[in-house]
């Protein structure tokens, strides 16, 4: 038994209660007369012919599919196995009371469709392309309804409903949808809502081909390429089918001579700035072509010997870890020179730090030269003479000595100072 519906009659204080039953065609119905308040009245159950099934517990009618379930009173239940479309209809409970009572229950009879056909237009679809897939339930009663999911993605078909025999129904649903390369793998499935099944579904994967997918990855080297370098770039590409034909060119230019091309491999020796330009790996199937690009900037050879000044400078980082030249005061004009090792260990003799020693001299040398520059910039050599005093009034130079202050007169009592 599917389901039931109660209906109740009401009269002079009795009540006669019945159901409505939907049955799956093949299982079991169960009919229910029930009686409240009961004064000993017959209770019997008629087919929609109006056929007495039972009366009472007595079964009047040939039909062994019916069978009693319980008897009593106030209650006459009753079973029809093997339920077929022929047996749908109302059913009557009648009550002999004065007047006599009636309910009715009908009975359905739920046919089931059967087993989905899901079909499509093309077994493999191309990405781009719109295909058509078509799912069918047969037979079913009442008619089927249809729903359609890719993946998890709820998707909207077109249903066409053909009515059969005995009210039955044949359901056809067409989905239309474009598919990308991400589709290829994904099920779509068809799935069948019908009041006597659960989960009836069908599923099929779908198949698409798509171009390739192209990747240029570099082998060698792998920092920066430089002159006089190789360079090796392998060509990485997938599809469905997979790429029959993988070409390298270079864009706008020849390619160089002394290229390699092996398969999917580049390989390129002695690289020089004339190779400088775009590379592309092209990949083709069935469906389409696909490339990918590599730009060549070849970058000039790395310096590998120093010059000399930061030479000297380097080696002999390793031996010194100060070194100071300073004047201490403009008047005490004296040079400040310090040098120390960073770790105060003794210094092993060698180029390195006999290349030190010069720059420490050249270094002193230097600002010696600068200390004395800005002495002798600051305090010029000067003569003072006490010449007579007086001197400028005199008429002649005799006068002149004649006048002079402490009457001077004798140059070996001139002092003359140097500072």
């Known amino acids: 038994m599917h389901g039931e519906r109660s209906r109740d009659v009401s009269a002079q204080g009795q009540n006669l209660v019945t159901n409505n039953v939907s049955v799956v065609e093949g299982e079991t119905a169960i009919i229910s007369c029930r009686v409240k308040n009961n004064d000993d009245s017959v209770i019997q159950l008629l087919n929609p012919n109006r056929q007495t099934i039972y009366f009472r517990d007595v079964r009047p009618l040939k039909d062994s599919r019916f069978q009693l379930v319980n008897f009593s009173d106030n209650e006459l239940l009753?079973?029809?196995?093997?339920?077929?479309?022929?047996?749908?209809?109302?059913?009557?409970?009648?009550?002999?009371?004065?007047?006599?009572?009636?309910?009715?229950?009908?009975?359905?009879?739920?046919?089931?469709?059967?087993?989905?056909?899901?079909?499509?237009?093309?077994?493999?679809?191309?990405?781009g392309n719109e295909t058509e897939i078509?799912?069918?339930?047969?037979?079913?009663?009442?008619?089927?309804?249809?729903?359609?999911?890719?993946?998890?993605?709820?998707?909207?078909?077109?249903?066409?409903?053909?009515?059969?025999?005995?009210?039955?129904?044949?359901?056809?649903?067409?989905?239309?949808?474009?598919?990308?390369?991400?589709?290829?793998?994904?099920?779509?499935?068809?799935?069948?809502?019908?009041?006597?099944?659960?989960?009836?579904?069908?599923?099929k994967y779908l198949e698409v081909q798509y171009k390739p997918e192209v990747q240029i990855v570099v082998e060698f080297p792998e920092?920066?390429?430089?002159?006089?370098?190789?360079?090796?770039?392998?060509?990485?590409?997938?599809?469905?089918?997979?790429?029959?034909?993988?070409?390298?060119?270079?864009?706008?230019?020849?390619?160089?001579?002394?290229?390699?091309?092996?398969?999917?491999?580049?390989?390129i020796e002695n690289l020089n700035k004339s190779y400088n330009g775009t590379y592309r790996c092209v990949a083709s199937n069935l469906v389409g072509e696909a490339y990918d690009d590599y730009i060549l900037y070849v970058y000039d050879v790395l310096t590998t010997t120093p010059p000399p000044t930061n030479t000297t400078i380097s080696a002999f980082q390793g031996?010194?870890?100060?070194?100071?030249?300073?004047?201490?005061?403009?008047?005490?004009?004296?040079?400040?020179?310090s040098y120390s090792r960073a770790d105060g260990a003794p210094?092993?003799?060698?180029?390195?730090?006999?290349?030190?020693?010069?720059?420490?001299?050249?270094?002193?040398?230097?600002?010696?030269?600068?200390?004395?520059?800005?002495?002798?910039?600051?305090?010029?050599?000067?003569?003072?003479?006490?010449?007579?005093?007086?001197?400028?009034?005199a008429a002649d130079a005799d006068t002149a000595i004649i006048n002079a202050e402490g009457g001077h007169n004798n140059s070996d009592d001139k002092k003359e100072y140097y500072i």
């Open 134 to 203: 078509t799912c069918t339930a047969m037979g079913s009663k009442p008619a089927s309804t249809i729903k359609w999911m890719k993946g998890d993605q709820p998707l909207q078909g077109e249903a066409t409903v053909e009515e059969l025999y005995d009210r039955m129904f044949t359901v056809t649903s067409r989905l239309r949808l474009t598919v990308s390369k991400e589709d290829d793998g994904v099920a779509v499935i068809c799935i069948i809502d019908h009041p006597a099944v659960k989960d009836f579904q069908a599923q």
């Open 223 to 267: 920092g920066l390429t430089r002159e006089g370098e190789n360079l090796e770039l392998t060509c990485k590409a997938k599809g469905k089918p997979q790429p029959h034909q993988i070409n390298w060119l270079k864009v706008d230019d020849d390619f160089p001579s002394h290229a390699v091309i092996t398969g999917s491999d580049l390989f």
């Open 78 to 127: 009753v079973s029809l196995s093997n339920v077929s479309l022929s047996d749908e209809g109302r059913y009557v409970c009648q009550l002999y009371t004065d007047p006599p009572q009636e309910a009715y229950a009908d009975i359905t009879v739920l046919v089931p469709p059967g087993n989905p056909i899901l079909e499509s237009r093309e077994e493999i679809v191309s990405e």
């Open 319 to 337: 031996t010194v870890s100060h070194l100071s030249c300073r004047v201490l005061t403009p008047s005490h004009p004296f040079l400040h020179f």
């Open 347 to 393: 210094q092993k003799i060698d180029h390195a730090v006999i290349g030190g020693i010069v720059a420490v001299v050249v270094f002193a040398m230097l600002c010696l030269l600068i200390v004395l520059g800005r002495y002798f910039a600051r305090h010029k050599g000067t003569y003072f003479t006490h010449e007579a005093k007086g001197a400028d009034d």
